[in-house]
T-cell receptor, first 111, second 114 residues
Framework: GDSVTQMEGPVTLSEEAFLTINCTYTATGYPSLFWYVQYPGEGLQLLLKATKADDKGSNKGFEATYRKETTSFHLEKGSVQVSDSAVYFC??????????FGAGTRLTVKP | KAGVTQTPRYLIKTRGQQVTLSCSPISGHRSVSWYQQTPGQGLQFLFE???????NKGNFPGRFSGRQFSNSRSEMNVSTLELGDSALYLC?????????????FGPGTRLTVT
């Protein structure tokens, strides 16, 4: 069935390091893809999205490109900050509005 | 514009009881979805309501039910609570309810079943 697989965490980086969190998906149709971020004690916040192949979503220095040929939507940031420490979820949304989330990747950025 | 609100934020119940959680979507949003988040299972889709009709349902037992009112506010009910129902319950709203529409999440209701 339709699903999302993202790299297991936790991921620990030093401030200003480069970040990549891998995400691949399986879907029968043409899903929209999302990255959400969850800070401690809070709900999910939309970080970025892409709705069709080759679209690039970007926000707050984070980027992800919808790659249909590799069914991937990897999250990247060139220089992470301590404030980026959170749990990141990759998700896909089918046309019937069913949304599937990855397991989440916990990122810790140390000063 | 006010965000998605959920009440209550925290709840403690005992096994066998029932519970009702409430979600108020962003003004103008007609789609409301509910999710269960647990450390073991992650985020799992419960159901989605659009214009007072349940449009999609995840793989949860019938003890989990919901409804949506004409003002788009939604409630979720869990009957005969089990210890395994302890979780963060998240509500999300979107405007059109289509696949491309962004979902905006509330802060969640933390349910503890003892």
């Amino acid at each position: 069935g339709d699903s999302v697989t993202q790299m297991e965490g936790p991921v620990t980086l030093s401030e200003e390091a480069f970040l990549t969190i891998n995400c691949t998906y399986t879907a029968t149709g043409y899903p929209s893809l999302f990255w959400y971020v969850q800070y401690p004690g809070e709900g999910l916040q939309l970080l970025l999205k892409a709705t069709k192949a080759d679209d690039k979503g970007s926000n707050k220095g984070f980027e992800a490109t919808y790659r249909k040929e590799t069914t991937s939507f990897h999250l990247e940031k060139g220089s992470v900050q301590v404030s980026d420490s959170a749990v990141y979820f990759c998700a896909l949304r089918l046309n019937n509005n069913d949304m599937r989330f990855g397991a989440g990747t916990r990122l810790t950025v140390k000063p | 514009k006010a965000g998605v609100t959920q009440t209550p934020r925290y709840l403690i119940k005992t096994r066998g009881q029932q519970v009702t959680l409430s979600c108020s979507p962003i003004s103008g949003h007609r789609s409301v979805s509910w999710y269960q988040q647990t450390p073991g299972q992650g985020l799992q889709f419960l159901f989605e309501y659009f214009s007072e009709t349940q449009r999609n349902k995840g793989n949860f037992p019938g003890r989990f039910s919901g409804r949506q009112f004409s003002n788009s506010r939604s409630e979720m009910n869990v009957s005969t609570l089990e210890l395994g129902d302890s979780a963060l319950y998240l509500c999300a709203s979107s405007y059109t309810g289509t696949g491309q529409a962004e979902q905006y999440f509330g802060p969640g209701t933390r349910l503890t079943v003892t």
